[in-house]
């Protein structure tokens, strides 16, 4: 069992930043790969990035590439997402989730992932 806390989003400037963390619970947060999705209002959830277990390996969605950048501190247990030149189209309810190493390789799809966060609002103003 993994439980997934995300930070507090926050509200930013078109152009601006903002690093989101998710904190796992359990200790066998290193044998997990990880991902951030998004819900924009009126939209359906949508994939942003993935990790592998060891970090040595991302993916991410066109929209984003360039822009954002995953990470992870195995030692910390928690998985980042590092949002720069943010737009308002960034704006969305975004979410980390965790997904089995031994049977995925950096998915893309909602059901791939076992274990999801609550979700943190971020807000992009133009």
């Known amino acids: 069992q993994v439980q997934l806390v995300e930070s507090r989003g926050g509200l930013v400037q078109a152009g601006g930043s903002l690093r989101l963390s998710c904190a796992a619970s359990?200790?066998?947060?290193?044998?997990?790969?990880m991902g951030w999705f998004r819900q924009a209002p009126e939209k359906e959830r949508e994939f942003v990035a993935a990790i592998n277990w060891s970090g040595g390996s991302t993916y991410y969605a066109d929209s984003v590439k360039g822009r954002f950048t995953i990470s992870r501190d195995n030692a910390k247990n928690t998985v980042y997402l590092q949002m720069n030149s943010l737009k308002p189209e960034d704006t969305a309810v975004y979410y980390c989730?965790?997904?089995?190493?031994?049977?995925?390789?950096?998915?893309?799809?909602?059901?791939?992932?076992?274990?999801w966060g609550q979700g943190t609002q971020v807000t992009v103003s133009s």
């Open positions: 359990g200790r066998t947060f290193s044998s997990y790969g």
């Open positions: 989730a965790a997904y089995n190493s031994l049977k995925y390789v950096l998915p893309s799809r909602e059901y791939e992932y076992d274990y």
